[in-house]
């Protein structure tokens, strides 16, 4: 090695403080990541988290249910609505079959 003694030994020094502080903030990362995925464990476990798949698909399912209730709602009013010559009427016996479906749906859970 060359350079005077002085030079070599202080960055020497600099390179094990330099690699000391790359251990410490690895370590730093490394204790967070292991905090965060107990936390994440421990709410899993206490049913605070479900997987994702889970969750998209009982939206499907919901949302499916939400369809052919509101689409067949044209069949079961159509006689109703027909027979119906006020205007108060019509709107009174489609509100009501939308708050039945609406019900219906929120029981389907």
């Known amino acids: ?50 997987p994702r798949v889970d969750v998209e698909k009982r939206f499907e399912e919901a949302s499916r249910r939400a369809r052919q209730r509101l689409e067949a709602i044209p069949d079961r009013m159509s006689g109703k609505l027909a027979a119906a010559t006020d205007p108060a009427e019509v709107h009174r016996l489609l509100r009501e079959e939308i708050r039945v479906a609406c019900t219906e749906l929120a029981g389907d859970g």
């Open 1 to 50: 090695m060359t350079g005077h003694p002085r030079r070599r030994a202080r960055a020497a020094t600099t390179g094990l403080a330099k690699h000391k502080a790359e251990r410490e903030d690895w370590r730093a990362r490394r204790e967070k990541l292991d905090y965060q995925t107990a936390e994440l464990e421990h709410r899993q476990k206490a049913g605070e988290l479900v």
